[in-house]
């Protein structure tokens, strides 16, 4: 069974510039979170979709970022435009529907570099 | 708020020798609690989960933590240390089993010498 996966797993780009990362969760899985981890500090939630709908953007720092999944499957998340303070690295985590023994199943992440 | 305290950054140990992470954390009720281990060019792995019940929880690749209320505290613990634990480690809280609901603390990087 294939895991999360993470494209691309490195992106380095000018401030002011757009980037796009993508997440592919594990097939079947109605569950899928997006996490940032900046300057090697605590991991911090982003957001949550259920299928293709948004259950939580609580943790969306401002509107330069924008999270999409379309028809419930693949999701990305578009930083326009980047800052230097965007740089870290972003994690996508997925899991089933349902709470009882929910795991989370988590990328590699994709390392951002802000120049 | 929940909060989680690792205070440890880097921590070094001879392969072999005895292991523990010190995880603490604040929450005003009975938390989850987790740690996760990232591995070089891996994603984050669920090594174990407290949820209830027995305070002294078994985990994958030999780990195990103890939950103790008294001290708010989920240390991990691995007695004898590979080479290939050299990683990454996270404490993890949450008020359910939810991910958007989890507090992660900001890691520790464990070494492994020869």
């Known amino acids: 069974e294939a895991g999360v996966t993470q494209f691309p797993s490195h992106s380095v780009i000018e401030k002011g510039q757009t980037v796009t990362l993508r997440c592919d969760p594990i097939s079947g899985h109605d569950n899928l979170y997006w996490y940032r981890r900046v300057m090697g500090k605590e991991i911090k939630f982003l957001l949550h979709?259920?299928?293709?709908?948004?259950?939580?953007e609580s943790g969306m720092p401002n509107n330069r970022f924008l999270a999409e999944r379309t028809g419930g499957t693949y999701s990305t998340l578009k930083v326009q435009p980047a800052e230097l303070e965007d740089s870290g690295v972003y994690f996508c985590a997925s899991s089933q529907q349902g709470r009882t023994n929910e795991k989370l199943f988590f990328g590699s992440g994709t390392q951002l570099s802000v120049l | 708020a929940q909060s989680v305290t690792q205070p440890d950054i880097h921590i070094t140990v001879s392969e072999g020798a005895s292991l523990e992470l010190r995880c603490n954390y604040s929450?005003?009720?009975?938390?989850?609690l987790f740690w996760y281990v990232q591995s070089p060019g891996q994603g984050l792995q669920l090594l174990l989960k407290y949820f209830s019940g027995d305070t002294l929880v078994q985990g994958i690749k030999g780990f195990e933590a103890e939950f103790k209320r008294s001290q708010s505290s989920f240390n991990l613990r691995k007695p004898s240390v590979h080479w290939s634990d050299a990683a990454e480690y996270f404490c993890a809280v949450g008020r359910d089993n939810y991910g958007q609901n989890f507090v992660f603390g900001p890691g520790t990087r464990l070494s492994v010498l020869p």
């Open positions: 929450y005003g009720a009975t938390p989850y």
């Open positions: 979709f259920v299928k293709e709908s948004k259950q939580d």
